[in-house]
């Protein structure tokens, strides 16, 4: 079967730093995203990680091992306004999107 | 300004009754997707249609129903055969393409009392 863990919840300060992680189990790869969703709307794309390495995006960084099975969304100068659900999610072999639970991130002042 | 929309933004009904939700892209998409998310889970597939006047079942595709007429349009119905039918439903859409970055309408949440 297909799998993806993430934590299910995960607590840091403002202006710190958190590392998010996920490792999944899938018939092939063709890429992995991460998204972002507040409570309550549409979840909104962060990054896309396809080949091994970091994707650095302003405070958001995305990091890929395909060996390892395994990625990890870094998020930098946490904001009150980064508290929201972090998705991941796999491109299979069929190209379908395969989705982990999600993160739910609780940032405190 | 492209996008997608999805309406009404909450929706009540009446257990066993049927109820259809709405999806339009102006993006010129070809894929169009259809997600139901429970609370503290992800996203899990309904239906998908990759091409106008075909589609095809996900993983819950049971008590759900799908048409594809048209390619802005992806209507999702809801019908009295889903067991437990509460919850967000989330329409999608990506240019069918390798690629496959989702776009997302904002979301309908439906409650069946």
């Known amino acids: 079967g297909q799998n993806i863990d993430q934590p299910t919840e995960m607590t840091a300060t403002e202006g710190a730093i958190v590392q998010i992680n996920c490792t999944y189990q899938t018939s092939g790869f063709n890429g992995l995203f991460w998204y972002q969703q507040h409570a309550g709307e549409a979840p909104t794309f962060l990054s896309y990680?396809?080949l091994d390495g970091l994707e650095e995006k302003g405070r958001f960084s995305s990091f890929l091992s395909r060996s390892k099975g395994y990625s990890y969304l870094l998020l930098k100068e946490l904001q009150m306004k980064d508290s929201a659900s972090y998705l991941c999610?796999?491109?299979?072999?069929?190209?379908?999107?395969?989705w982990g639970a999600g993160t739910k991130l609780i940032i405190k002042p | 300004d492209g996008g997608i929309t999805q309406s009404p933004k909450y929706l009540f009904r009446k257990e066993g009754q049927n109820v259809t939700l709405s999806c339009e892209q102006n993006l010129n998409h070809d894929a169009m997707y259809w997600y139901r998310q429970d609370p503290g889970q992800g996203l899990r597939l309904i239906y998908y249609?990759?091409?106008?006047?075909?589609?095809q079942k996900g993983d819950i595709a049971e008590g759900y129903s799908v048409s594809r007429e048209k390619k802005e349009s992806f209507p999702l119905t809801v019908t009295s055969a889903q067991k437990n039918p509460t919850a967000f439903y989330l329409c999608?859409?990506?240019?069918?393409?390798?690629?496959?970055?989702?776009?997302f309408g904002p979301g309908t949440r439906l409650t069946v009392l």
């Open positions: 990680n396809v």
């Open positions: 249609s990759q091409i106008v006047n075909d589609f």
């Open positions: 999610a796999v491109v299979d072999s069929n190209y379908q999107l395969i």
């Open positions: 999608a859409s990506n240019p069918g393409e390798i690629y496959n970055e989702q776009f």
